[in-house]
């Protein structure tokens, strides 16, 4: 069994809509041994135990698929194990024998990476009779979880945010998270999130001016001063606070440094020598009897509280101190890290010197019973337990604390009490705020030792989302062999409308609101990434490639409106495991299958492939076509549907029997007053794309008649120009689709000869080149032939040679001229245009072509432009 290739593919895809591992297996070596120990793991991998030996003797093997099946289905099991629980999984055989496609979901990328490995490791060890060590394997993807996943608080907004159907992107390896696209998105850190002040945090930070502030608005403080040495901390208490005291750094969180209820000079002494490790400036203060209660305060709102207790064991009058912290950190909720619901108990100094203050050691054994301090203070993070108290808090603490919030100034602040009963006010019995902290832990809240779970990262994205808030905004996919850049152009012009910001990806770079900020091919989901991140777009148009889906799945994970242009085939078929024309609109409708329950699919009616992908879609069909009378739009109109259409001269918006005319076809500049058909066809799907988006038809009508295709507006598609009385049509059109429905567009524009500038890249099959050739030959006089930039794995000169075979079979081509470059290609065809002739340029490199094509046109004599079909 060898694992030949294995990639991640984050974003909706092929496979389905969630993130998944695909790996590429080989079994061909492989026998019935793997297969029945795959099969053994499997049923037993759910109750793994220490004492677990491999015997899958005699298990009835049910082929090489089975084993690969198997295999997924331990790897989500590992995945589940470690605490990162994934449902899906899916096996395909390819067209080589005994190799097969495997894809499972996955949470975290490294984690589910490891688990694949252990999973292979661990059935060919079992088929081997080597032993196998499960609770190891299940500790070591532990301790990868800890390390790679979202800690609890950040995962439970990110959680609440799905469970809204809110997008989310995490931002770095650590706890930075969006949530939301565009202008609609907010971001977080644990719980602190964007709307946190750093004003708030520092003041949050600085216990001396918390306590100061928290006095002006009326909060009871115990009574505190900053102390210089231990010297001056013992007379402080002493003199002026009155033991029993706390010491604490004067900036810290998470209890580190914190020592509670010290009465005497050596234990306040040791305290602030602990205390001055976590900064300069140290506090003393009042220690406050009673119980320690933390109350999460979001919006003005206390939406949780717990009773908190810290680190401890209870004796059993057998075992020492360090061998019932032992016992008490192998609970599976401790963990070293904040990503698990409890922290382990440390013995370290601060634990040494609280136990050498009642008396023990970490090797004295306790009386059955006793229960003995680890820590004084109450931090989750230091070992200690929550109960949920939330019902039992009264309005006057409430109200407390929801004051200390807003005079420190945070949104999400979690609150520390100390008082005998958290039902009472706390003037009744002395209570104390003692802390205000920015960006507090929310795993006491969500999974509590005792009592009822509070679902407080709902209450932020409550915060952040209000009223229902989604925090998207409307993303257009537009796939297709051909006419993508074009329509994904033109419907960003209507998408912009008045006032929109409009964040477009394509193979020409990135734009945003009209401004390019990069020129490599866009078209994948990297960059939709990028574009979805800016917080001024609030409108996304995207390009969407084969070539991105299949590498790393959408960039997004739902879309308002899919287009789908046409399905053509010989395009990048034989590449990816992608070898039919089916195959490939299986990869294009991967948007389709994308779309919000409440977006829509616009499809080409009169493509069998395209029409087909409705029903994939979750939202509702808008078909498009030249011909109102196909069948499929007519069928669906019937059925109450949605469609745009061509009637006489006039592009028809229709839903069922009502029917719109929205302008004539003419009063659209790219479509050459409706000559060229394709571009008819591209304005279609543009204008059904934008209205599926809900921009009003007035605003259509405006936009569309100011859209053209400019080497501005298009660069490299369908660009027309004029030069010493010829035409020329600089277009990237690069399949034979293309150039079938370039040539049949030809009879738009008058001329006497036809040339044309050809070539394609090395990555297409040898078929497709000469077929191209064909058709080259049977279209164009002359026919200009160079090597592309992309030759790819094809020797020079290869390319052009394949293609000229084609061109030589053609019954028009009286001349092939052979060019080194793409750049000389097209100077040579450009110094041949004569009165009267139509020059065709498939440039190889558009922004090379259009700069060579600008400096050219500006030293012709005559002048230039844009030239008008007939």
């Not at 300069?280 to 406050?288: P, T």
């Not at 050691?361 to 931090?379: E, F, M, Q, Y």
């Not at 591209?682 to 859209?707: D, H, I, T, Y």
Request: net charge negative; proline share 5%.
């Amino acid at each position: 069994m060898r694992l030949l290739k294995t990639k991640t593919v984050p974003g909706p895809n092929v496979w389905g809509l969630c993130p998944v591992i695909e790996s590429t297996l080989d079994l061909g070596g492989s026998d019935d041994s793997l297969t029945a120990a795959s099969a053994w793991l499997r049923r037993h991998i759910g109750s793994w135990n220490p004492d677990l030996k491999p015997s899958p003797n005699g298990t009835k093997s049910g082929g090489h698929a089975e084993l690969v099946r198997d295999l997924a289905h331990i790897v989500l099991e590992l995945q589940k194990l470690a605490g990162a629980p994934a449902s899906f999984s899916k096996v395909v055989e390819t067209r080589q024998p005994g190799v097969f496609l495997a894809a499972f979901e996955y949470v975290e990328e490294q984690l589910a990476r490891e688990c694949l490995d252990a999973a292979c490791e661990m059935v060919q060890a079992a088929a081997a009779g080597q032993a196998i060590d499960p609770p190891g394997t299940v500790e070591r993807l532990r301790a990868t979880a800890g390390r790679q996943m979202l800690g609890p608080s950040t995962n439970s907004i990110v959680q609440a945010a799905r469970a809204r159907n809110i997008p989310t992107i995490r931002l770095d390896e650590g706890s930075l998270v969006q949530l939301g696209h565009g202008r609609a998105q907010h971001r977080i850190r644990a719980a602190e999130t964007d709307r946190t002040l750093a004003t708030a945090e520092g003041i949050a930070q600085d216990k001396e001016v918390t306590r100061t502030l928290l006095q002006a608005v009326g909060v009871p403080v115990p009574r505190g001063f900053t102390v210089t040495d231990a010297e001056d901390a013992w007379y402080t208490a002493v003199e002026y606070v009155g033991l029993p005291v706390v010491v604490k750094p004067r900036y810290g969180n998470q209890g580190r440094g914190v020592a509670a209820d010290l009465s005497t000079c050596e234990q306040v002494k040791a305290a602030f020598e602990a205390a001055r490790k976590e900064g300069e400036d140290v506090i003393v203060e009042k220690f406050a009897p009673g119980q320690d209660y933390r109350l999460l305060v979001v919006d003005g709102k206390v939406v949780a509280a717990s009773r908190r207790e810290p680190a401890h064991v209870t004796g059993d009058g057998r075992s020492s101190v360090r061998a019932l912290v032992d016992e008490k950190n192998r609970d599976p909720r401790r963990g070293d890290a904040h990503a698990t619901v409890l922290s382990k108990l440390v013995l370290d100094e601060i634990a040494l010197q609280v136990l050498g203050e009642q008396g023990y050691t970490p090797d004295s054994v306790p009386v059955s019973g006793k229960r003995v301090l680890i820590r004084r203070n109450a931090n989750l993070s230091t070992g200690g337990t929550a109960t949920d108290v939330t019902e039992s808090v009264c309005p006057e603490i409430a109200e407390h604390a929801v004051a200390a919030a807003a005079v420190v100034g945070l949104d999400v602040a979690g609150i520390d009490v100390i008082t005998g009963d958290i039902s009472l006010p706390l003037e009744q019995q002395s209570g104390v705020i003692v802390e205000v902290n920015a960006a507090p832990g929310l795993r006491m809240h969500l999974s509590p030792s005792e009592g009822t779970p509070r679902d407080v990262g709902g209450a932020i994205v409550e915060m952040l989302f209000p009223n229902g808030e989604n925090g998207r905004i409307p993303i257009a996919a537009v796939t297709g062999t051909n006419g993508k850049t074009t329509v994904t152009r033109f419907l960003a012009h209507l998408a912009k409308g008045k006032d929109h910001f409009v964040g477009m990806t394509c193979t020409d770079g990135i734009f945003l609101d009209g401004r390019r900020i990069s020129s490599d091919d866009c078209s994948g989901p990297i960059s939709a990434g990028l574009v979805l991140m800016n917080p001024k777009v609030d409108v996304a148009v995207f390009e969407t490639a084969r070539g991105g889906i299949l590498r790393a799945g959408l960039g997004f994970d739902r879309c308002r409106v899919a287009v789908v242009t046409n399905i053509a085939d010989g395009d990048h078929l034989g590449q990816s495991g992608v070898e039919t024309a089916e195959d490939l609109a299986h990869v294009k409708a991967t948007v389709v299958r994308a779309v919000l329950p409440d977006g829509a699919a616009v499809l080409n009616a009169a493509d069998p492939l395209v029409a087909a992908m409705a029903a994939d879609c979750p939202g509702r069909i808008v078909y498009f076509a030249l011909d109102g009378h196909n069948p499929i739009l007519v069928r669906h109109r019937e059925a109450g549907g949605a469609a745009v259409f061509v009637r006489g001269r006039a592009i028809v918006l229709a839903e069922g029997a009502a029917e719109e005319v929205l302008l004539d076809l003419e009063q659209v500049p790219i479509t050459f007053q409706g000559r060229v058909e394709f571009e008819a066809e591209n304005a279609l799907a543009a204008l059904a794309g934008a209205w599926a988006l809900g921009v009003p038809k007035p605003l259509l009508v405006e936009r569309a008649r100011s859209f053209h295709t400019g080497i501005d507006e298009v660069p490299g598609r369908m660009n027309v120009f004029s030069i010493r009385g010829g035409t020329v049509i600089l277009d990237y059109g690069h399949n034979a689709a293309a150039l079938r429905a370039m040539t049949a567009a030809l009879e738009a524009f008058p001329h006497r000869r036809r040339l044309a500038v050809y070539s394609m890249a090395g990555d297409r099959r040898d078929s497709d080149l000469i077929h191209v050739g064909e058709l080259l030959g049977d279209a164009f006089d002359t026919v200009f032939l160079y090597d592309p930039y992309t030759i790819r794995d094809r020797a020079p000169g290869e390319i052009p040679a394949l293609i000229r075979q084609g061109v030589e079979r053609g019954a028009r081509t009286r001349e092939i001229v052979d060019v080194p470059n793409p750049a000389e290609s097209l100077r040579a065809a450009l110094d041949r245009v004569e009165a009267g002739d139509l020059l065709v340029m498939q440039p190889d490199d558009i922004d090379e072509a259009i700069a060579l094509v600008r400096t050219y046109l500006s030293q012709v004599p005559e002048r230039v432009g844009e030239r008008e079909a007939r």
